[in-house]
């Protein structure tokens, strides 16, 4: 099946700051979301992103499929930021399309 | 707009005793599916749903049961319940299936069987 690889695997940020998270996928995909688990637990949707540019607030989404890679900016980073981010990808080869998650990203923004 | 709810929230059990998760989407989603998360191990498929009346197996579906027999509602049953289930189960809904649409998830359901 495809293979997810997010980087890095634990980000500390200060308040305030600017990040990049990767999302690195094995084949092509049909499918690729971002998700923020928080420290509740709790799993939201970021973006649904196959392709293309997205922007919603401080965060944004880059996904270049012709080389299976995704980018997550984080701008202005807030404490509320933190929490675990998945990507998550369907491969154009899954026989029914299930939803692959990669190991996540810890993320902590201190004050 | 509850998007999808899950119910109960927390559940203690002892070991063999059975019990439902219950989840409930009010987005007329077709696709329903229910997860399991662990550490180190990310969220597994469980089982899932393509519309009413019709369910499937995903990754790791022993131990489990479901049945969607209303469109909004996918429950999962643990029959005789097994420490190896103790876990954090989400649920998730879908307009279309994940291959392209966009999912969903629940608040999760932390379960422990001791």
């Known amino acids: 099946g495809i293979q997810v690889e997010q980087s890095p695997p634990d980000l500390i940020l200060q308040e305030g700051a600017n990040s990049t998270l990767r999302c690195n996928f094995s084949?092509?995909?049909?499918?690729l979301q971002w998700f923020h688990q928080n420290p509740w637990g709790q799993l939201i949707n970021l973006f649904y992103?196959?392709?293309g540019t997205k922007q919603n607030g401080r965060l944004s989404a880059t996904t270049v499929a012709t080389e299976r890679y995704s980018l997550l900016y984080i701008s202005s980073s807030q404490t509320t930021d933190s929490g675990v981010y998945f990507c998550?990808?369907?491969?154009?080869?899954?026989?029914?399309?299930?939803?692959?998650f990669g190991a996540g990203t810890q993320v902590v923004v201190t004050p | 707009n509850a998007g999808v709810t899950q119910t109960p929230k927390f559940r203690v059990l002892k070991t063999g005793q059975s019990m439902t998760l219950l989840c409930a989407q009010d987005?007329?989603?077709?696709?329903m599916y229910w997860y399991r998360q662990d550490p180190g191990m990310g969220l597994r498929l469980i089982h899932y749903?393509?519309?009413?009346?019709?369910?499937a197996k995903g990754e790791v579906p022993d131990g489990y049961n479901v049945s969607r027999l209303k469109k909004q509602n996918f429950l999962l049953g643990l029959e005789s319940a097994a420490p190896s289930q103790t876990s954090v189960y989400f649920c998730?809904?879908?307009?279309?299936?994940?291959?392209?649409?966009?999912?969903?998830f629940g608040e999760g359901s932390r379960l422990t069987v001791l």
């Open positions: 998730a809904s879908s307009l279309r299936t994940s291959f392209a649409g966009e999912l969903f």
């Open positions: 084949d092509s995909v049909n499918n």
């Open positions: 992103i196959p392709s």
């Open positions: 998550a990808v369907v491969g154009t080869t899954d026989s029914w399309g299930k939803l692959q």
């Open positions: 987005m007329n989603h077709e696709y």
């Open positions: 749903s393509v519309g009413e009346g019709t369910t």
